[in-house]
């Protein structure tokens, strides 16, 4: 038996742009979780409940990824993230648009469900909200064997196959049965209470019971084949150092840690200079006015207040922009909101109105429809 683990880059986290390989399985009220809302009604409001529910795991899960602590520092409050982390997803915009053009039905009360499993979820990763969590929030309406060019137009049972040899649009073919070869997660069917993974073979992992301390945790194999992942009980986490994960306590403050290893009781976090193997738990710091000393990447880590239009250039805090039109939004992986109505628009990373299709950008965040073409240009729908 052995488990697996996955950990999120500090752009995936903060500038919401994808992730890196690994976070480790986790559970526990560490952080400062805010009060349930109430049920959202309608199609719009799914953005912004998906980005809540995504901080409200952020902020109560503990992770031996000090970027989680750093995104918590950054971001303030489960409300300052929901606000950044809406302006940075893209699915819900391509996701709507299929939508309205009759490619895909929105299912509220499927909504409703992957919003609550997102927030009561540990290790949840920006590119899993839609492909694992919220598959269903949207049924596509095309048959198999009709032309795609995302899955989610393709029906429940099916997924859209594009290959270098069909190009784009591909083709929505019937979803693989579990134990039958594949070639990736999305081609796998999906059955209830799990989650597909592709092993050469489609093989189903299933949510297992909180582990004791010292027990095993993580994505548990059995027979070579993930089969179940179990969280730690409250209070713990999970190590998952030397491939076998086990359910440890926090350590407290000033204890030595190992950076993006050991787990600090929140809101500490393993304080290292950049490179250096041994830490101690400590607390980060947020500098909110410009001119402000700031070491994003040595002790004393000191991040400037990108909420507050702030960001660390040569030691110093300097003032991006407000989120006003035409104002700088964005520097490196630390990104600044928009006001509403605008979006942080490449090359230059400025505020601007989200551009119509046929014109031109530089990411997906550029476009009205959530989607930039290969031709750089932004379309109503395109193959990814």
Same mark, same amino acid.
């Given at each position: 038996?052995?488990?697996?683990?996955?950990?999120?880059?500090?752009? %995936?986290?903060?500038?919401?742009?994808?992730?890196?390989?690994?976070?480790?399985?986790? !559970?526990?009220?560490?952080?400062?979780?805010? !009060?349930?809302?109430?049920?959202?009604?309608?199609?719009?409001?799914?953005?912004?409940?998906?980005?809540?529910?995504?901080?409200?795991?952020?902020?109560?899960?503990?992770? !031996?990824?000090?970027?989680?602590?750093?995104?918590?520092?950054?971001?303030?409050?489960?409300?300052?993230?929901?606000?950044?982390?809406?302006?940075?997803?893209?699915?819900?915009?391509?996701?709507?648009?299929?939508?309205?053009?009759?490619?895909?039905?929105?299912?509220?009360?499927?909504?409703?469900?992957?919003?609550?499993?997102?927030?009561?979820?540990?290790?949840?990763?920006?590119?899993?909200?839609?492909?694992?969590?919220?598959?269903?929030?949207?049924?596509?309406?095309?048959?198999?064997?009709?032309?795609? %060019?995302?899955?989610?137009?393709?029906?429940?049972?099916?997924?859209?196959?594009?290959?270098?040899? %069909?190009?784009?649009?591909?083709?929505?073919?019937?979803?693989?049965?579990?134990?039958?070869?594949?070639?990736?997660?999305?081609?796998?069917?999906?059955?209830?209470?799990?989650?597909?993974?592709?092993?050469?073979?489609?093989?189903?992992?299933?949510?297992?019971?909180?582990?004791?301390?010292?027990?095993?945790?993580?994505?548990?194999?059995?027979?070579?084949?993930?089969?179940?992942?179990?969280?730690?009980?409250?209070?713990?986490?999970?190590?998952?150092?030397?491939?076998?994960?086990?359910?440890?306590?926090?350590?407290?403050?000033?204890?030595?840690?190992?950076?993006?290893?050991?787990?600090?009781?929140?809101?500490?976090?393993?304080?290292?200079?950049?490179?250096?193997?041994?830490?101690?738990?400590?607390?980060?710091?947020?500098?909110?006015?410009?001119?402000?000393?700031?070491?994003?990447?040595?002790?004393?880590?000191?991040?400037?207040?990108?909420?507050?239009?702030?960001?660390?250039?040569?030691?110093?805090?300097?003032?991006?922009?407000?989120?006003?039109?035409?104002?700088?939004?964005?520097?490196?992986?630390?990104?600044?909101?928009?006001?509403?109505?605008?979006?942080?628009?490449?090359?230059?990373?400025?505020?601007?109105?989200?551009?119509?299709?046929?014109?031109?950008? !530089?990411?997906?965040?550029?476009?009205?429809?959530?989607?930039?073409?290969?031709?750089?240009?932004?379309?109503?729908?395109?193959?990814?």
């Amino acid at each position: 038996m052995r488990i697996e683990d996955s950990r999120p880059s500090l752009a %995936s986290l903060v500038a919401m742009l994808g992730c890196s390989a690994t976070v480790a399985t986790v !559970s526990s009220d560490a952080g400062a979780p805010s !009060s349930m809302p109430p049920a959202f009604a309608s199609e719009t409001q799914f953005a912004g409940e998906i980005a809540r529910a995504y901080c409200e795991s952020i902020y109560r899960c503990p992770s !031996s990824e000090d970027q989680i602590a750093v995104i918590r520092t950054l971001n303030g409050s489960v409300e300052r993230c929901t606000q950044i982390v809406r302006a940075r997803l893209t699915e819900p915009m391509v996701l709507r648009n299929l939508s309205a053009r009759g490619l895909a039905r929105f299912d509220l009360r499927a909504a409703q469900r992957c919003v609550e499993r997102v927030r009561t979820a540990c290790g949840v990763m920006s590119g899993d909200l839609f492909a694992r969590y919220c598959h269903d929030a949207y049924r596509g309406t095309v048959a198999v064997g009709g032309a795609c %060019s995302h899955s989610q137009e393709c029906v429940p049972e099916a997924y859209c196959a594009i290959t270098p040899a %069909s190009g784009c649009p591909g083709i929505c073919r019937a979803r693989t049965a579990l134990g039958a070869a594949c070639a990736s997660e999305e081609e796998c069917v999906r059955t209830s209470g799990s989650w597909p993974r592709c092993q050469a073979t489609c093989v189903e992992v299933r949510a297992g019971a909180a582990a004791a301390a010292g027990m095993p945790c993580g994505l548990l194999e059995v027979n070579g084949f993930p089969s179940e992942s179990v969280p730690c009980q409250d209070g713990l986490w999970c190590d998952a150092r030397g491939g076998a994960g086990a359910c440890r306590r926090f350590l407290p403050e000033g204890s030595p840690c190992t950076p993006d290893a050991d787990v600090c009781v929140a809101p500490m976090v393993c304080l290292s200079d950049e490179g250096d193997r041994m830490g101690r738990c400590g607390r980060l710091t947020l500098a909110t006015t410009e001119g402000a000393t700031c070491s994003e990447q040595a002790a004393p880590r000191v991040f400037c207040d990108p909420v507050a239009g702030l960001f660390c250039e040569r030691g110093r805090c300097v003032r991006g922009g407000d989120g006003r039109r035409g104002v700088r939004c964005r520097l490196g992986d630390v990104a600044a909101p928009c006001a509403d109505g605008l979006t942080c628009a490449g090359p230059l990373w400025t505020c601007e109105s989200a551009r119509a299709p046929g014109e031109a950008c !530089s990411s997906d965040l550029d476009c009205q429809s959530g989607f930039c073409g290969r031709d750089a240009r932004c379309a109503d729908v395109g193959c990814r």
